[in-house]
């Protein structure tokens, strides 16, 4: 159980176009899912918090018009990379929280981003 | 503020043998959690144990065990009976009260040799 999927795993796009990640808990539901991005040999760092049927929280310093996250249902959350640039390029994953006994974080796979 | 602090950049560990991977914390809250997770090459963060501030026992999952502090405030991953497939970066976590954030470590990468 708790099971995240993500997609695409890979994308390659032009720089000034924009690029949609999606994110669903696939044997549950998520009230909150989050976004990280994480750069080569670093360590994840938090983007925004994203509440079902509510605006993301977004972490100090990341642009909430370049970053677009949508929470539409309680399994499914995109990250939309708007204008994406080369340094955008990076690894974005997302994650989503599983309100057991411990609430854990359960994390999908990841999307690896090249900007062009 | 919270702060998760993996001191060792790597490590290495024989097969078969056991390995402890280090993990400091500090935050003020009472009520925290501390997570581990591993990644490989691959990329996904996967979920290996749990542990709470509240917790009496020190948490276990298989070969995974939490090696649990709270007077120094480490939480220690101690993997059992090495294997290759164990081969990859690790990262302390830790979510601190109400706020469902992770705050996470700089990670250390392990390699299991033959």
């Known amino acids: 159980g708790a099971v995240v999927s993500q997609h695409p795993s890979r994308v390659i796009c032009k720089s000034g176009t924009s690029v949609k990640i999606e994110c669903r808990s696939l044997d549950f539901q998520a009230t909150t899912m989050f976004w990280y991005r994480q750069f080569p040999k670093q360590s994840l760092m938090l983007m925004a918090t994203?509440?079902?049927?509510?605006?993301?929280?977004?972490e100090q310093g990341v642009e909430k018009d370049k970053f677009l996250i949508n929470h539409a249902s309680l399994t499914l959350s995109t990250l939309t990379v708007t204008s994406a640039h080369p340094e955008d390029s990076s690894f974005y994953i997302c994650?989503?929280?599983?309100?057991?006994?411990?609430?854990?974080?359960?994390f999908g796979p990841g999307t690896r981003l090249t900007v062009l | 503020a919270q702060k998760i602090t993996q001191t060792q950049p790597g490590m290495f560990v024989q097969e078969k043998e056991a390995v402890t991977l280090d993990c400091t914390y500090d935050?003020?809250?009472?009520?925290?959690?501390l997570f581990w997770y591993k990644q490989p090459s691959s990329g996904e963060m996967i979920f290996l144990i749990y542990?709470?501030?509240?917790?009496?026992q020190n948490a276990t999952e298989g070969r995974y065990s939490l090696n649990f502090q709270k007077a120094r405030k480490s939480a220690n991953l101690v993997i059992s009976a090495s294997q290759l497939g164990d081969s990859a970066m690790y990262f302390c976590a830790m979510s601190t009260g109400t706020a469902s954030k992770l705050t996470f470590g700089t990670g250390t990468r392990l390699q299991v040799t033959l």
């Open positions: 994650s989503a929280q599983y309100w057991g006994q411990t609430d854990t974080q359960y």
């Open positions: 542990q709470g501030s509240y917790d009496q």
């Open positions: 994203s509440n079902e049927g509510s605006k993301a929280t977004y």
């Open positions: 935050t003020s809250d009472p009520s925290y959690g």
